[in-house]
Structure formats: structure tokens, C-alpha cells
């Protein structure tokens, strides 16, 4: 028979699709590789398990345990899963941005949700870090995986997202993209990837405009819209030198190409995937047809319907809104 002996074996594993309209005017082959098909709909279900797997190795989480971390949503899903599985509560500590849905996702799995101010200081007592922290200090059997400083997090990545894109690709690949949030998809995929082609393969990152990566100085740093990438300071799991260049993408353009995802290629992913498709596209312009450049979607789109993909979201935080005609009167709507 064959079948996974729990949810978390079904973890990776995730396939490539060739892009083909959003790609027109370019000769490299331009390589998705879908993250949502993960059991979480994310990557993040991929550093989940092996972080969960560390901490019961070092002690730090025991039976009857209690999971606490800062997350936008896609790497408490990941916890949560394996979390519920080997019988540990988990409460997870989210930005207000982060919309109801993906909120609503976390309390399916059983999880206890706290939200917290999104425009706030990392140091100010009510920021999404320093709330976490007291928890973990408040709450008995508490454990914080810290997805921003556990080198767990791009080792998963090292293990397992770099040989799935060299294999697949016939070690043909001579690009990687990544949105870059914690930097643990980077560093480790593109780790590996730089180690297996001894550094033949580049490694391009995607920062929205106004994240600390990008930042030609620190006035720039301020918030934007776009989930689960940037940063406003530097996290111990990213590490830039295996970084070759860096792509400073906005909302607007983020969105544009998030929404083209899924009108033109089929894709029904989230803003960061978006983003990670316009730097990949700014990289892949001048390449030769032999170029083969991979780009990381993160997540599934289901969880942005009320924000990329609804027009009066869209239009009142300024963004334009494309789309052909209606074929039927608004009425009928
Ligand atoms: N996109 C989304 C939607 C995410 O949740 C994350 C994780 N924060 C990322 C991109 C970036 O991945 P990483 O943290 O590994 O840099």
C-alpha cells in the first residue's frame, strides 16, 4: 500500500510549471515551483516539522507542551499540523494586517490566535515580538521556535527544497528567486543550490519596498502590504552572502503580477508570490534561452480573496484595477 503515515509525510515534494503568458518577450525558461501544494498550502510547512523535530531532540519541548510564535499565518498552519499531530497546543501571535481568513485558518487547526498592532516598534510592548515573548515567559511548557534566529528553518530548506529544484530541473537550473521574510527559504535553497552547481546558480531575492534588505538607508525602512516577506530588522535565519542580487519590488507591482498569476497562468497564489514573479521576470529579461530560472511561490491565494483579489480592497488602498469589460450588466453581478 502506499500512503504517508501522517500529514507531515506529505510534506515537499512540491512540482514545477513552466510560466508562459506573464513570461512573453522572454527566451529563459521561467520555472514555478507551487509551494501550495504542501498539506499547509505553504513552504512553511516544510521548516515546521524539522524545527518541531530539534526541540523534542534538545528538550525543549516535552509532552503536554505548548507551541507560542510570531507568525503571519503559513508557518503556524505548518506547526499546527505537525503540532496536532504529536499532541501539543499551539498559540500563535499575529500582525493585525494579516487578513480574518488566514486567522480563521489557524483556529480551524485548533490554535488559540492573539493579534497584535502591525504598526508598531519591534521593542514597543505591544509589538507582535514583544507579546510573544511574554507568553512564552507566562505560559507553562511553553516553547518558541523563533522561525527568525532557528538555523532549523533553512536547514529544511537546504534538505529539502534545493535538491528538489536540482533534481527536477536536471541540475539545469541556473537561477533562484525568492521573496525573502525570515530569509530561510533563501538561504537554504539557495545554499544548496550554490553548493551543488559550485556556484554556477544565482541566487536573486525579492524585498517589497520598504523592507530593511533592500534598503539603501535606514529612513527607508516603512511598512507596505504585502504578507510574510520583509523585515524591519535582521533575522539570524538569513544569511545575505549567499544572496547575488536583490530585487526592490512595490505593492502595486506586486499585486498587478499576483492577480495576472491567476487570470493568465492559472495561479492562485498569494501577494509574496507575486512579488517573487516580478523580480523573476526583471532577472530573466536579458538571459539566453538556455537560462533556466526557478521562482519560489510561497503560498496559495485563498487566503488574500478579500485583499489582492477584491477590487474595492484593491482601490481603496490606491492600487489600479485592470480587467476586461463584464460580459453581463452590474445588476446581475
Ligand atoms: N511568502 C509568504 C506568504 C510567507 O509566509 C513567507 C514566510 N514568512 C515568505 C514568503 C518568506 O519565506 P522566508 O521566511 O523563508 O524568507
Do not use: C
Not at 515567559?137 to 530548506?157: C, L, T, V, W
Not at 510574510?228 to 544572496?243: I, L, Q, S
Amino acid at each position: 500500500m502506499r500512503y504517508a503515515h501522517s500529514v507531515a509525510g506529505l510534506v515537499g515534494g512540491t512540482p514545477l510549471v513552466r510560466l508562459n503568458r506573464v513570461t512573453e518577450g522572454i527566451a529563459a525558461t521561467v520555472l514555478a515551483k507551487v509551494e501550495y501544494f504542501n498539506p499547509g498550502g505553504s513552504s512553511k510547512d516544510r521548516i515546521a516539522a524539522s524545527i518541531i523535530d530539534a526541540a523534542e531532540r534538545e528538550g525543549k519541548l516535552r509532552p503536554g507542551g505548548v507551541i507560542v510564535e510570531p507568525t503571519s499565518g503559513n508557518t503556524g498552519v505548518g506547526l499546527a499540523l505537525v503540532a496536532q499531530e504529536r499532541g501539543y497546543r499551539t498559540v500563535f501571535v499575529v500582525p493585525d494586517k494579516v487578513s480574518e481568513d488566514k486567522r480563521n485558518v489557524l483556529r480551524a487547526y485548533g490554535a488559540e490566535v492573539v493579534v497584535t498592532p502591525t504598526n508598531v516598534e519591534p521593542a514597543d510592548p505591544r509589538s507582535y515580538y514583544s507579546v510573544s515573548d511574554r507568553l512564552v515567559r507566562e505560559i507553562p511548557g511553553a516553547y518558541k521556535p523563533d522561525q527568525y534566529s532557528n538555523q532549523n528553518a533553512p536547514r529544511s530548506h537546504f534538505g529539502s527544497t534545493g535538491p528538489e529544484i536540482w533534481a527536477d530541473t536536471d541540475r539545469r537550473v541556473t537561477h533562484f528567486v525568492a521573496g525573502v521574510g525570515t530569509g530561510g527559504t533563501i538561504t537554504g535553497t539557495g545554499g544548496f543550490l550554490k553548493q551543488a552547481s559550485e556556484g554556477r546558480v544565482r541566487i536573486v531575492g525579492a524585498d517589497p519596498v520598504g523592507s530593511i534588505y533592500s534598503a539603501d538607508d535606514p529612513s527607508g525602512v516603512h511598512g507596505y502590504l504585502v504578507e510574510g516577506v520583509g523585515e524591519d530588522f535582521w533575522p539570524g535565519a538569513y544569511d545575505p552572502t549567499v544572496v547575488d542580487e536583490i530585487h526592490r519590488v512595490s505593492d502595486a507591482e506586486s499585486f498587478a503580477m499576483t492577480r495576472r498569476l491567476a487570470r493568465e497562468e492559472g495561479l492562485l497564489v498569494g501577494g509574496s508570490s507575486g512579488m517573487a514573479v516580478v523580480a523573476a521576470l526583471r532577472a530573466a529579461r536579458d538571459l539566453p534561452a538556455d537560462a533556466v530560472v526557478v521562482v519560489l511561490l510561497p503560498d496559495h491565494g485563498r487566503g488574500y480573496l478579500g485583499k489582492v483579489f477584491d477590487d474595492d480592497w484593491m482601490r481603496a488602498n490606491g492600487f489600479e484595477v485592470d480587467g476586461p469589460e463584464p460580459l453581463v450588466p452590474a445588476s446581475l453581478h
